[in-house]
């Protein structure tokens, strides 16, 4: 069975610094990773997702993630943190490579920025 | 191009009632999955709805069943309701393309008394 481990339950970072939340994927073959925030009261939004094309996926708001298969990972990073990016983020596996079948999440990070 | 929604919002139900929680799909999509949240926890897939048929299930027990109607929308039902049950649940259309991606509603905060 596929699944994925989010390394941190909880990370802060100052406004304007780098953001790294981190996630470990296990799979029997190559995955469709996927990346979601959630804020508050608000339905999951799909920051990027990874499908066996570009190792290096932009997504929206400027987070971006790399595929590295050796390492099994597939970490979220933005260069600067804004206040609005405060939320909770899953790392989300699927069953398909289209991402329209069953999704696995991890525990979700809790993405606290500080003024 | 109208969202995925979910009624209703919130609602409480005492141990050993039923419920029924709906969804509306997106425009244009055919296929909805339903998740539940448990607090502090990621979605868990409970199943999906590919043109009115149950198209993969989740680790639930049968007392969570489900129906969508020709127009796409999606019920879910509960029996038997455990204090367990308490949770957020999340429905999320899309399509069958190979680019197609789940969109999410903002969900149903069920509170099992």
């Known amino acids: 069975a596929q699944s994925v481990t989010q390394l941190d339950s909880h990370v802060s970072v100052s406004e304007g610094t780098p953001v790294l939340l981190r996630c470990n994927y296990s799979?029997?073959?190559?995955?469709?990773l996927f990346w979601y925030v959630q804020h508050p009261n608000k339905g999951l939004q799909l920051l990027l997702k990874y499908t066996s094309a570009a190792t290096l996926v932009k997504g929206i708001n400027g987070f971006e993630a790399e595929f590295k298969k050796s390492e099994t990972s597939f970490h979220l990073t933005k260069p600067s943190a804004h206040m609005s990016d405060a939320a909770e983020y899953f790392c989300v596996v699927s069953d398909s490579n289209f991402g329209n079948e069953k999704l696995t999440f991890g525990t979700g990070t809790r993405l606290t920025i500080i003024p | 191009e109208t969202g995925v929604t979910q009624s209703p919002t919130h609602l409480i139900k005492t141990r050993g009632q039923q419920v029924t929680l709906r969804c509306s799909s997106q425009s244009g999509h055919n296929t909805v999955s339903w998740y539940q949240q448990a607090l502090g926890q990621g979605p868990q897939f409970i199943f999906q709805y590919y043109r009115e048929e149950e198209n993969g299930r989740g680790n639930f027990p049968p007392r969570f069943s489900g129906l969508q109607f020709p127009n796409y929308s999606s019920e879910l039902n509960v029996n038997a309701l455990e204090l367990d049950d308490s949770a957020l649940y999340l429905c999320?259309?899309?399509?069958?393309?190979?680019?197609?991606?789940?969109?999410f509603g903002p969900g149903t905060r069920l509170t099992v008394t």
């Open positions: 999320a259309s899309s399509g069958t393309g190979t680019e197609d991606e789940q969109y």
């Open positions: 799979s029997s073959y190559s995955p469709s």
